[in-house]
C-alpha cells in the first residue's frame, strides 16, 4: 500500500477528468430542463451539482467544456441566453432514461420526447418540469461563472429556486421528504451510478445538539484495539459524556460475563463485548464496556 501523487499539471486532462469524477463520488444529479430563445426545450442530466444556500435557496451546477474538443452544451447556452432553468431530481424509476436523454442531440432537439418522459408545465419558469421526477426545482438563473477556457472547464450556474414541486408519493405522514421512498441515485466514475436505497442506506446519530467526548478520551487499550474499528471508535467517541465509577460498578454487577472478562485480564474478549453492543445500537453499555477496564 502506498500513495501515489500526482500534479495535475503533468497530467492529460482527460485521464485527470477520469480521476476526478471517480473519486469525487457519489454525486446527485440535476436533470435539468432549460428553453432557447425560440422557446425550443433542452433536457440533460449534470452530475456536478448540489445546493449550496437555504435562505436563500441556491442550486448550483456545472456544464463543462468537453474535453474532446472545448466545444459548450446546450445547456449553458439556454441558460445564459433566458436565465431559467428547472431542476429535476432523479430517483431509480427514471435512471435509464435520465442517460438516455444525455445523448448529444442536435441544439433544438427535445430529450423530453427522446427519452419518453413527461413534460409538465412550470408554474414561474419557461422551462418545463419532469412529472416523474420525485422533486422538481423552478429556478432563476442569478450568475453563471466561468472557469477556465480550456476543454474541461467547468461552468457554475448558480440558480435561485423560486418554486419547488413534490410528487407526496415519496412524502410520510408528516409531510416530509421519505428518504427510504426516494430511491434516489448518484453519479460514480466511469460508467457506475449508484443506488440510495435498502443496506446501501443508514443512519448516524447527529452530534450537533451534544458534543461527543473524542476518541481521545477514550481508554489506551481501546485506541489500540484490533477488533475495533475507526468507525467504532468514531461512535464510542460520539458518547456525551464518561461513564462515572458507580454506573460502572453497576453495570458490572448486572453482567458478571464482562466482570470475569476483567478478571482473566481477557481483553480481546471485551473489545468484542463492546463491539457486539455496537452493532445493537447500544452505544451506552458499549461504552460501559469500554471504561469498565483500564490497563
Ligand atoms: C448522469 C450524467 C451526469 C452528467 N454530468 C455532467 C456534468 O456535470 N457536466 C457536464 O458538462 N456534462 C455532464 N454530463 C453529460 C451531459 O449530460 C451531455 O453532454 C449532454 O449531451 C449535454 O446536453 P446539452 O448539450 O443538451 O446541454 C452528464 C451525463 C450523465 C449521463
Known sequence: ???????????ETAKLHGLLLSAVAPRPIAFASTVDTNGNVNLSPFSFFNVFSANPPILIFSPARRVRDN?????????????????????????????????????????????GLTQVPSVKVKPPRVKESPVSFECIVENVMPLG?????????????VMVHVDDTYTNKDGKLDTTKLDLVARMGESWYCRASKDALFEIPKPIFTKGIGVDKLPKHILESKILTGNNLGRLGNSEKLPTQKEISTFLEDNKE??????????????????????????SKAILVAFSFIK
Do not use: C, R, W
Open 258 to 283: 464482562v466482570q470475569t472478562m476483567i478478571n482473566n485480564k481477557d481483553i480481546p474478549a471485551l473489545h468484542s463485548k463492546v463491539k457486539d453492543f455496537l452493532k445493537e445500537e447500544n452505544v
Open 1 to 11: 500500500m502506498g500513495a501515489i501523487s500526482i500534479n495535475p499539471k503533468e497530467v
Open 149 to 161: 477556457e480550456e476543454g474541461g472547464a467547468g461552468n457554475l450556474i448558480i440558480a435561485k429556486v
Open 71 to 115: 466545444t459548450t452544451k446546450h445547456t449553458l447556452e439556454n441558460a445564459i441566453a433566458t436565465k431559467e432553468v428547472t431542476i429535476n431530481i432523479v430517483n431509480f424509476p427514471i435512471v435509464e432514461q435520465m442517460s438516455l436523454s444525455s445523448t448529444e442531440y442536435d441544439k433544438g432537439v427535445n430529450e423530453f420526447s427522446k427519452s
